[in-house]
């Protein structure tokens, strides 16, 4: 699962944006996405995950098809960006402040964020298709980015990538959107804010630290490093 996501991000975490005003425009929605990553010897499936993904005016939310493990942005008035990862099974919440984001290779940009793409990377891509995804206007885009081949389907409306494709060591890294809902209509809800704020919090800086406690001992364990 982790290697899914540590692909997932690089997908996404590639690619700097708009100003954050021109965020609060776009529409609150809810996805499930689906992550693969692909043998390029006859498309072979080598792994593929699904998860979920939340965005309103200033919040955005992630969360596993298991139900474990999630992600939650909180964007204040003040632009001010709040980072938890959460693990709902144990009730726990690990919190990342702007300042650890260098330490730990973190995103607080929030249109990228919000959007997954930023507006600059997306025109370095060349439009070499356009089409319609369950009635909205799509793109398809090419070209080169950070030295990596890179195609991605891009929803002009939602603003949202409906897939990105790119190709790393052989293997083809797939994002797909699976489905998308005006997130009052969505079958599937983020968790609660109240819901979190109830969980046990852990500033991240207190993990190494914290190695005798039962919890932590799991998350490194998971992580495959300490701190």
Same mark, same amino acid.
């Given at each position: ?16 944006? @708009? @100003?954050?005003?021109?965020?609060a425009?776009?529409p609150e929605?809810?996805?499930r ?12 499936? =080598?792994a593929?995950?699904?998860?979920y ?6 919040t !955005? $939310? ?13 964007r ?7 980072? %938890?990862?959460?693990?709902?099974q144990?009730?726990? /919440? !690990?919190?990342?402040?702007? @300042?650890? %984001? /260098? ?7 929030w $249109?990228?964020? @919000? ?8 025109? /370095?891509?060349? !439009?070499?298709?356009?089409k319609?995804i369950?009635?909205?206007?799509a ?5 080169v980015?950070g030295?990596?081949?890179?195609e ?16 790393? $060591?052989?293997?083809?890294h ?8 005006p ?6 809800h ?10 046990? $919090? ?9 190695? =005798?406690?039962?919890f932590?001992?799991? !998350?490194?364990?998971e =992580?495959?490093?300490?701190?």
């Open positions: 699962m982790h290697r899914i996501l540590l692909s997932l991000f690089a997908l996404i975490g590639m690619l700097p944006f @708009a @100003a954050a005003d021109d965020a425009a776009l929605v809810a996805c996405y689906e992550m693969r990553v692909l043998g390029t010897a006859h498309g072979r499936v =080598n593929s995950r699904s998860w993904f939340w965005r309103t005016g200033s !955005v $939310q992630t969360r596993d098809d298991d139900g474990d493990h999630g992600e939650i942005w909180e204040t008035d003040k632009n001010v960006i709040a980072y %938890r990862k959460l693990y709902h144990d009730r726990t /919440a !690990v919190e990342y402040a702007p @300042a650890d %984001r /260098a330490i730990h290779g973190l995103d607080f940009d $249109q990228r964020l @919000a959007s997954m793409l930023a507006p600059k990377d997306l025109e /370095a891509l060349k !439009v070499s298709q356009r319609t369950n009635g909205e206007p793109e398809l885009r090419k070209g980015i030295g990596q081949e890179l991605v389907t891009w929803l002009t409306q939602t603003r949202l990538p409906a897939s990105i494709k790119k190709t790393v $060591q052989g293997e083809i797939l994002l797909e959107l699976q489905e998308l809902r997130i009052e209509l969505a079958p599937w983020p968790t609660p804010i109240e819901t979190i704020d109830a969980y046990r $919090q852990i500033d991240a800086t207190d993990l190494g630290d914290m190695e =005798n406690d039962p932590v001992k799991k !998350v490194l364990h =992580n495959g490093h300490h701190h």
